[in-house]
């Protein structure tokens, strides 16, 4: 069973920055990687994507102000969040493919 954990959650002013982190317990080389998250009360949404030829995507939401990136070697994704605003308090989510998830780790961005 494919394990992810997820690390690096807290509480950040507006306009702050936090890196996430999500080890993986067997190789994502092949696999595409997903961040999602689920803000207080609302259905869980997805927020970026890497792919295994590194292509990204992002929600507009978080576009321009997330990073998703990969280390494969070290079966690892992280999601550079910058320019934090309220909105973006949630838990979030590490998944490969859509079908393997972690417990989550929350970001709480208030003053």
């Known amino acids: 069973q494919v394990q992810l954990v997820e690390s690096g959650g807290g509480l950040v002013q507006p306009g702050g920055s936090l890196k996430l982190s999500c080890t993986v317990s067997?190789?994502?080389?092949?696999?595409?990687m997903l961040w999602f998250r689920q803000p207080p009360g609302k259905e869980r949404e997805w927020v970026a994507s890497?792919?295994?030829?590194?292509?990204?995507t992002y929600a507009d939401s978080v576009k321009g102000r997330f990073t998703i990136s990969r280390d494969n070697a070290k079966n690892m994704v992280y999601l550079q969040m910058d320019s934090l605003k309220p909105e973006d308090t949630a838990v979030y989510y590490c998944s490969r493919s859509s079908r393997y998830w972690g417990q989550g780790t929350q970001v709480n961005v208030t003053l």
């Open positions: 067997e190789s994502i080389s092949i696999y595409t």
């Open positions: 890497i792919t295994s030829s590194l292509k990204t």
